[in-house]
């Protein structure tokens, strides 16, 4: 579409689906979101921007192939789902670290769920931009 309105429009509806995404990554992984409802949120935001200002324009924001992020989520979530063989224990069991932990307080959590969560926000994000972007560019 060759709009001045919806080109404008959309870069700023594009980063705020995009920080509405990440918000609902970390969200979710307490409460109802994670990274599934994360990666469309995010596509989303890129897809509007393609429909808007092309999708050259939105390959070259995006500044990685679609594929290739959707593959490095893929790792992170096979690496995390993984990590707990380390400990002995059976795959995709939870494994917990706490930075900065005290006697008062645990500190921050950081846990291979978190990290499985990320790998699905990623694949969930590049596939979708592949098969959108692919199919806008046949048209």
Known sequence: MNSLILRV???????????????????GHNEPGGGFIGGLIGATGFILYAVACGTKEARATLMVEPQSIAMAGLAAALISAFASA??????????????????????IPLSTVLVFDIGVYLVVFGAILTLVFAMEEEI
């Not at 429009?9 to 969200?27: H, K, T």
Request: glycine share 10%; charged share 15%; no cysteine.
């Open 86 to 107: 380390i400990f002995g224990d059976a795959p995709f069991t939870g494994q917990w670290l706490f930075i900065g932990a005290t006697d008062e307080s645990k500190g």
């Open 9 to 27: 429009a959309a870069r700023y509806l594009a980063a705020i689906l995009l920080v509405f995404s990440i918000y609902m990554l970390f969200r």
